[in-house]
């Protein structure tokens, strides 16, 4: 079983700007889509986008587009969600997944093999 690490959560003030790591030992991400999630206070998994393995396409949810970027450094074996202009409504816990098969477009979101164990984010004026 894959085992990710996310990592770069904290506070931050609405507008500014944060930046998660998704990494995993024993195991070489960019053979993985992998997938961003996030679980505010009280409400369901919500969606925001993902990174292909085969090509590196992104896809993002409607709600973080032009917001957030995802992007991989294969040679730290690291998965990035780069979050900009941040809301108070982005608070939440962020998760990674990985998934041996593309994912793109309609299943960019679809469900994942493996998962983080989420990292915090506050955003709060």
């Known amino acids: 079983q894959l085992q990710l690490v996310e990592s770069g959560g904290g506070l931050v003030q609405p507008g500014g700007s944060l930046r998660f790591s998704c990494t995993a030992a024993?195991?070489?991400?960019?053979?993985?889509?992998i997938g961003w999630f996030r679980q505010a206070p009280g409400q369901g998994q919500e969606g925001i986008g993902c990174i292909n393995n085969s090509n590196g396409r992104t896809d993002y949810a409607d709600s973080v587009e032009g917001r957030f970027t995802i992007s991989r450094d294969n040679a730290k074996n690291t998965v990035y969600l780069q979050m900009h202009s941040l809301k108070p409504e982005d608070t939440a816990v962020y998760y990674c997944?990985?998934?041996?098969?593309?994912?793109?477009?309609?299943?960019?979101?679809?469900?994942?093999?493996?998962w983080g164990q989420g990292t915090q984010v506050a955003v709060y004026s």
């Open positions: 997944a990985a998934d041996p098969y593309e994912r793109y477009g309609r299943n960019c979101l679809a469900q994942y093999e493996d």
């Open positions: 024993g195991f070489t991400l960019d053979a993985y889509a």
